[in-house]
């Protein structure tokens, strides 16, 4: 069965860039929408954006000018760079797998998750 | 944006059974999903495609969607139930949305 696999650094600086890996194991990267999902502690989730296989990709509004998400299929990873990162970043970041894609997609598997706590 | 809206809390006796809501504009025109996040863990898809339930989820969870709301049902409610629950649909073909979340507490 598939399963995801957060990596990347549990602490960044006020004004740095936040970057994370997916590691996607037991089934094939291709054919799917690849997402990334945040929660802060104690707080609800809030969607970060997708990429597909191809390399297309979609952001929430809110984050849109400060997201990239990537994709390196030939190790079956995809990330996440966040820049100016504040405070108000520090959360649970979550890569899971959308299954069915735009419209009608839902989210299985999840990663485990990793904490990123913004803070000098 | 588009905007889902749930209770902050549900609570309910064991055995009984417990309704949690999500209300968005026109939501009946939308697929909606749920999610059971139990402390320390990741979320789980209890309800996909309002009504479709995945393999492994109890047949007690159930769902349904119309007009402005999609409900999450969890008949004969047991402790293993007591979650946060999250609903979850698509703003058009772009953007996923979330419910701000509903802790169900089985007393």
């Known amino acids: 069965q598939v399963q995801l696999q957060e990596s990347g650094p549990g602490l960044v600086k006020p004004s740095e860039t936040l970057s994370l890996t997916c590691t996607v194991s037991g089934g094939s990267i291709s054919s799917y929408y690849w997402s990334w999902i945040r929660q802060p502690p104690g707080k609800g989730l809030e969607w970060i954006g997708y990429i597909y296989y191809s390399g297309s990709t979609n952001y929430n509004p809110s984050l849109k000018s400060r997201v990239a998400i990537s994709i390196d299929t030939s190790k079956s990873q995809f990330s996440l760079r966040l820049s100016s990162v504040t405070a108000a970043d520090t959360a649970v970041y979550y890569c899971?797998?959308?299954?069915?894609?735009?419209?009608?997609?839902?989210?299985?598997?999840w990663g485990q998750g990793t904490l990123v706590t913004v803070s000098s | 944006s588009y905007e889902l809206t749930q209770p902050p809390s549900v609570s309910v006796s064991p055995g009984q059974t417990a309704s949690i809501t999500c209300s968005g504009n026109?939501?009946?025109?939308?697929?909606v999903c749920w999610y059971q996040q139990k402390p320390g863990q990741s979320p789980v898809v209890v309800i996909f495609q309002d009504t479709k339930r995945p393999s492994g989820i109890p047949e007690r969870f159930s769902g349904s969607n119309s007009g402005d709301t999609a409900t999450l049902t969890i008949s004969g409610t047991q402790a293993m139930d007591e979650a946060d629950y999250y609903c979850q649909a698509w703003d058009g073909n772009t953007a996923v949305v979330f419910g701000g979340g509903t802790t169900l507490t089985v007393l």
């Open positions: 899971a797998r959308d299954i069915s894609g735009p419209a009608a997609g839902w989210f299985d598997p």
């Open positions: 026109k939501l009946g025109d939308k697929y």
